[in-house]
């Protein structure tokens, strides 16, 4: 077959269109810092960086969400522990009112002003908030103890963070178990109710220790143990939650290496693949004008 020197020529500028588009592509990437400028540079690679774009979104808000739901645990285990020392407070005080050898009635009713100032703190912590939300309050958004009113306000459905596609946890304590305000069910210990009353017959001038200020102990150990028994519950989320957070924290840095990974382009190796392109440009033009000029020289001639 002849080879004309119109087919080199056509050969020559296909070959030298072809390597410009290398080089324009290269050149894209070097300056942008990302290997794909256009859907059209990679389609299965744009695919993958919209998956893993969503995948990362998702991941994220979980995370967010978990770091919310640690928040929401850790407010509520200290609150709870703030509590159990003002029940052991109160207790403290409710003993050294018992001793009636030592303690006069001007002393008990000091101490009865004491246990109402406890009361009020721990209805005071019954409304703790994290941002916006009531830790006791279930999802209801409302203040579980409005001033100066001791019957729960909130939602018996328990708070929720999902921290997964099909994973939620739950982050608060039933308030209304809590506090035992339930009145529904005698078994439990109404706590404001048994500080009332332990101020009550501290105010009394025949108090009795044997039977009534003793029993009054009691309860406050069975509110005490009662919250210890929420606190390890809310203890063994905490520590589900702080591993969730962990791996998703893990999971988000993998696929933004993965997106990376798509997107964006090894400079070093670019620029060495860049020059490499731009010598064979350089050669083909050099090889093309010695093959093509006889044929212009004669057409000159």
């Not at 020529?9 to 269109?17: I, V």
């Not at 070093?268 to 044929?295: M, N």
């Amino acid at each position: 077959m002849r080879i004309s020197n119109n087919m080199l020529s056509r050969n020559l500028l296909l070959n030298l269109q072809a390597a410009q588009g290398r080089l324009d592509k290269l050149q894209n990437q070097m300056s942008s810092g990302q290997k794909i400028n256009r859907p059209s540079d990679d389609p299965v690679g744009t695919e993958n960086s919209l998956r893993f774009k969503s995948s990362i979104m998702h991941v994220n808000q979980w995370k967010a969400n978990a770091k919310e739901g640690i928040a929401y645990l850790d407010t509520t285990d200290d609150t709870l522990g703030e509590m159990t020392e003002m029940l052991q407070r109160a207790k403290e005080l409710a003993l050294r009112a018992s001793n009636t050898g030592t303690v006069n009635d001007d002393d008990r009713k000091k101490i009865a002003t004491e246990i109402d100032q406890i009361r009020e703190h721990i209805i005071e912590l019954a409304n703790t908030k994290v941002g916006t939300k009531y830790i006791f309050g279930g999802t209801a958004n409302v203040e579980p103890f409005p001033k100066g009113e001791t019957e729960w306000q909130g939602s018996n459905d328990i708070m929720k963070f999902q921290v997964g596609s099909t994973l939620s946890i739950e982050v608060s304590a039933n308030g209304q178990e809590l506090f035992g305000v339930d009145g529904t069910d005698k078994s439990k210990v109404a706590m404001f109710d048994t500080l009332a009353e332990l101020s009550a017959a501290l105010n009394e001038s025949d108090l009795d220790v044997e039977n009534g200020l003793q029993s009054l102990l009691g309860k406050l150990d069975e509110q005490a143990d009662h919250i210890s028994d929420v606190r390890a519950q809310l203890g063994a989320r905490q520590n589900r939650m702080d591993s969730v957070y962990a791996q998703l924290d893990s999971t988000s840095a993998n696929l933004s290496d993965s997106l990376a990974n798509v997107l964006f382009v090894d400079i070093a190796e670019t620029l060495i693949d860049y020059k490499t392109q731009d010598s064979i440009y350089q050669a083909a033009l050099s090889v093309g004008t010695k093959i093509i000029q006889p044929s212009l020289a004669d057409f000159l001639r």
